[in-house]
């Protein structure tokens, strides 16, 4: 155990920290799960998404700067609109070499008191399905579970500055984002549920 836990944690979640994340805030969806987690004394949250599909441009050739170069067209937590993404295609600068539809699942990472107390919740989120989860430990005795899924979507759509697919498969590659989507926020539900049991036994 970290004797610096309690501080940390007070560091974090301090009102007047400036949230990093390009949102700001917390994702609608996941406010009432990070608040049970906040409120127990052996945790916090340090980051998360509830689940998002994004079109972003960014370069067809990797290198250390692309991540910072991607530019966000739209973004959404909930269901996309296939009629707003077909509007962000068709109004997009011609000088953009690639752009991509990406689904990416919920994400969430907690800071724990103890190793005992990440493999209450890791064991949580590996029974409702989180399979790529995991802990990391810090050199200075920070224990982070990061619990992840595998319900992920990244599909080039506009390679070399050409739209290379047609409004059809536009259409079903936002249908299968949607139903990602779906199955990502009753995989949420089933998580909060359990977690809520949890600290109702253990408190």
């Known amino acids: 155990m970290s004797k610096h836990f309690d501080q940390w944690k007070h560091d974090a979640l301090a009102m007047d920290k400036e949230d990093l994340s390009r949102k ?15 409120n127990h004394p052996d945790y916090y949250t340090s980051s998360s998404c509830s689940g998002r599909t994004i079109v972003f441009t960014t370069s067809a050739i990797v290198t250390s700067s692309t991540k910072s170069d991607c530019q ?16 962000c295609l068709e109004q997009r600068s011609k000088d953009i070499d690639m752009i991509s ?7 969430l990472h907690i800071i724990c008191r103890t190793l005992e107390c990440a493999k209450v919740l890791l064991n949580i989120a590996l029974e409702c399905g989180y399979r790529n989860s995991g802990l990391v430990m810090s050199n200075q005795g920070k224990i982070t579970l990061a ?17 290379c697919v ?12 949607n139903e990602k989507m779906t199955a990502n ?8 549920l359990c977690v809520a049991k949890k600290f109702t036994i253990t408190t």
């Not at 973004?75 to 509007?87: F, G, K, P």
């Not at 539809?101 to 994400?107: D, L, N, P, R």
């Open 166 to 177: 047609d409004q059809n498969y536009i259409t079903k590659i936002v249908a299968i984002a």
């Open 185 to 192: 926020m009753a995989k949420i539900d089933k998580f909060s």
């Open 101 to 107: 539809i990406k689904f990416e699942a919920f994400i």
């Open 72 to 87: 966000w067209l739209y973004v959404t937590h909930e269901q996309a609109d296939l009629n707003t993404i077909l509007e």
């Open 24 to 38: 700001h805030s917390i994702d609608d969806y996941i406010v009432n799960l990070i608040n049970q987690i906040n």
């Open 147 to 163: 619990i992840r899924s595998t319900h992920a979507l990244e599909v080039p759509i506009v390679i070399d500055g050409c739209l």
